[in-house]
């Protein structure tokens, strides 16, 4: 069962983590590839900015930081995927389509769980060769702390609008973000 109170809902779970997606994030063109692997709904989202004529165009994406559960699933498609079981607690690692009990026992196929029991709640890395998902390698794991700071760099997701459903960013916004990375890279 799961043991999610009211008043727990707005707590990060998983591992202390952050995605932050900086300035070399083209948006896929409209087709963000990060936003397939990541598992948590409307973590990742499209972030479109306005044009001189009144349009819209695809800018990059942003991450909401109150939802990032630090799972590293649109960093790299190399890690160890860390489960726990909805009911038992018990915890589970899959890596390369293989299941492993917590102490890295490889489960037998009638051991492994149903998908619908497990809850994704991290990643670890064992420095295994690193496949990156971002074609742009726009993607980078922070501490949180430090990592929610970062990000005030390329997305304020206070100062972005909702237009007809989707995220709009204005040219005095996009001035600031792009005044804020020159400062962060002194450039
Ligand atoms: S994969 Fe990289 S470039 Fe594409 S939307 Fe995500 S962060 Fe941006
Ligand atoms: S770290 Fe996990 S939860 Fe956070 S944005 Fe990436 S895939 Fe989504």
């Known amino acids: 069962m799961e043991q999610q109170g009211e008043g727990q809902l707005k707590k990060r779970k998983g591992t202390p983590l952050l995605a932050v997606m900086d300035e070399s994030c083209s948006s896929c063109a409209g087709s963000p590839v ?16 306005e044009t001189p004529n ?5 800018y990059r994406v942003w991450v909401d930081n109150d939802k990032c559960i630090g799972c590293q ?3 790299s498609d190399d890690s160890t995927k860390v489960h726990r079981h909805k ?17 890295k026992r490889p489960l037998e196929k009638e051991e492994v769980p149903k998908k619908f029991q497990l809850e994704l709640i991290g990643t670890e890395s064992e420095d295994r060769l690193d ?11 922070h501490e949180f702390d430090e990592g929610a ?3 005030k760099y390329f997305y304020g997701p206070e100062n972005i609008k909702v237009v007809n459903g989707i995220y709009v960013i204005d040219a005095a916004e996009k001035k600031r973000l792009e005044e804020k990375q020159s400062e962060l890279y002194g450039g």
């Open 73 to 75: 699933m649109c960093f």
């Open 54 to 58: 009144g349009g819209l165009k695809p």
């Open 131 to 141: 496949k990156k998902i971002c074609p742009w390698d726009a993607i980078k794991m």
């Open 87 to 103: 009911e038992t607690g018990e915890i589970f690692r899959e890596y390369a389509g293989r299941y492993y009990d917590s102490s």
């Open 34 to 49: 990060c936003e397939l692997h990541c598992p948590v709904e409307d973590c990742i989202n499209l972030l479109y900015e």
């Open 149 to 151: 700071e970062l990000s």
